[in-house]
């Protein structure tokens, strides 16, 4: 099974049906399209002003404009992030890192202009832009693993080992 390396807190978002896309700057390779893959939390430190500033945004959309613009472009949804980014800001329980989290069905990629299109993030005009923007990979049939499993990651898509050699 391949497995993605993905910072925190976005890797949680995933696994939380907050995050529904995981925006690369390249198509997924086909063979991995409907295919299961491990949602890897990288070893990278949590940017807690990032995560300050997605919930502050998140928490006070529907009373500034500006807010709920810069939230929109998070293509977050924002009842579901909500309590992660809480979980995160408190400390109370800590984000896993340097771990698989669970899994997601990698769906068929869409143009990350359209994706915004979709959250309500008005598109520029300038239609030649398309092919420059970034990809978003639908994360779907979500399943969170009932407890991380430690695990180096690496970049782009690799190779989560078989059950055997993560218990060596």
């Given at each position: 099974?391949?497995?993605?390396?993905?910072?925190?807190?976005?890797?949680?978002?995933?696994?939380?049906?907050?995050?529904?896309?995981?925006f690369?700057?390249?198509?997924?390779?086909?063979?991995?399209?409907?295919?299961r893959?491990?949602?890897?939390?990288?070893?990278?430190?949590?940017?807690?002003?990032?995560?300050?500033?997605?919930?502050?945004?998140?928490?006070?959309?529907?009373?500034?404009?500006?807010?709920?613009?810069?939230?929109?472009?998070?293509?977050?949804?924002?009842?579901?992030?909500?309590?992660?980014?809480?979980?995160?800001?408190?400390?109370?329980?800590?984000?896993?890192?340097?771990?698989?989290?669970?899994?997601?069905?990698?769906?068929?990629?869409?143009?990350?202009?359209?994706?915004?299109?979709?959250?309500?993030?008005?598109?520029?005009?300038?239609?030649?832009?398309?092919?420059?923007?970034?990809?978003?990979?639908?994360?779907?049939?979500?399943?969170?693993?009932p407890?991380?499993?430690?695990?180096?990651?690496?970049?782009?898509?690799?190779?989560?080992?078989?059950?055997?050699?993560?218990?060596?």
């Open positions: 099974m391949k497995a993605l390396t993905i910072w925190q807190p976005w890797a949680s978002l995933i696994i939380a049906g907050a995050k529904p896309y995981e690369r700057g390249w198509r997924p390779p086909r063979a991995t399209v409907g295919q893959i491990v949602i890897h939390a990288a070893a990278r430190k949590i940017d807690r002003d990032e995560v300050c500033a997605l919930y502050h945004m998140h928490v006070h959309r529907e009373a500034d404009e500006e807010l709920e613009q810069y939230a929109r472009e998070t293509c977050l949804i924002t009842d579901k992030a909500l309590p992660v980014l809480r979980q995160m800001l408190l400390g109370k329980d800590p984000l896993p890192m340097a771990c698989g989290i669970g899994t997601a069905v990698v769906g068929e990629p869409r143009l990350g202009t359209a994706i915004a299109e979709e959250f309500g993030v008005p598109r520029a005009n300038d239609s030649g832009r398309d092919e420059h923007a970034n990809w978003g990979w639908p994360m779907l049939e979500i399943e969170a693993w407890h991380p499993i430690p695990m180096r990651g690496a970049q782009g898509l690799w190779n989560w080992p078989e059950p055997e050699g993560v218990l060596a």
